[in-house]
């Protein structure tokens, strides 16, 4: 039985919703469950299919917007560069730059040659596999640096650990929180850091992409592009949440073991020609 378009888009919604915030790559994600329902197919058209997940991505990303609103106001218009907020302006800015401008230098080549699902499944295996040595060779009791406490060296080490997850599968907020793990920042703050840089990030990488298939945006997109929008920024809005309380009590083991299971199903997908 065929899905209808809606259906899809609201399957796709939930997905993006679910990912993107967690270390499991909603990227990833979403090209195996793009191919998996058909929906480039059904579109006619991969442009339009990857517009779909580029808006579905701001509606995960205005989530953030919402649920952490007060601190990133404070942020962005502090007078102060030695406040909390002026100086955690600064550290985001620091840790934005690399994947941007590394962003900018290899997007053509990421998308022509590693937008696969062999590319997906391997990063996500090992991705996976470092996550677990990550937890279980350094202890959360001797990190001690927080969110207010950073140096401008911990975020721009941050900010070129987030450049990796321009690879396809490897998750920014995996690659983004064990960076900052491995740098000695709590778990919590490294997961709340990876949250508000994922705003100007996303909000940049989405402005651009949109502005590069603006001309997609018809009136027959529009219904389905809302479907999709709306249903990831609720479900973004949910997990978020409850990954804010998860991560003050479990480590990340668990997303790992979830990173191999899936990037091993991906690959044996691929290796079937099921997934191509």
Avoid: C
């Amino acid at each position: 039985m065929t899905l209808s378009i809606s259906i899809i888009a609201t399957i796709l919604g939930v997905i993006e919703g679910l990912t993107e915030f967690l270390p499991i790559s909603s990227t990833g994600h979403l090209i195996v469950f793009d191919r998996i329902l058909g929906f480039q197919t059904m579109l006619q058209n991969p442009d339009k299919a990857e517009l779909f997940e580029v808006v579905i991505q701001l509606g995960a990303i205005l989530a953030i917007g919402a649920l952490f609103r007060k601190r990133l106001m404070e942020s962005i218009f502090s007078r102060s560069l030695e406040s909390n907020a002026g100086r955690l302006r600064t550290h985001l800015l620091i840790a934005f730059l690399p994947a941007a401008v590394l962003g900018l230098l290899t997007h053509k080549f990421i998308t022509t040659y590693l937008f696969g699902p062999l590319t997906i499944g391997i990063t996500l295996v090992v991705g996976g596999i470092i996550i677990i040595i990550i937890e279980r060779s350094t202890r959360e009791d001797k990190r001690t640096i927080t969110i207010d406490s950073l140096s401008w060296k911990d975020s721009l080490i941050i900010g070129l650990a987030q450049s990796l997850s321009l690879i396809p599968g490897t998750s920014r907020a995996a690659a983004t929180i064990m960076g900052a793990m491995l740098r000695g920042v709590k778990r919590a703050s490294a997961t709340e850091f990876s949250f508000l840089l994922a705003f100007p990030t996303m909000i940049a990488a989405s402005g651009y992409e949109m502005m590069k298939y603006r001309d997609l945006l018809t009136r027959d997109m529009l219904g389905m592009i809302m479907i999709g929008f709306i249903t990831s920024f609720v479900v973004a809005l949910a997990v978020v949440a409850w990954f804010i309380r998860y991560v003050q009590r479990h480590p990340f083991t668990g997303f790992g073991i979830y990173r191999i299971a899936f990037g091993a199903f991906v690959l044996a997908l691929w290796a079937a020609k099921v997934l191509m």
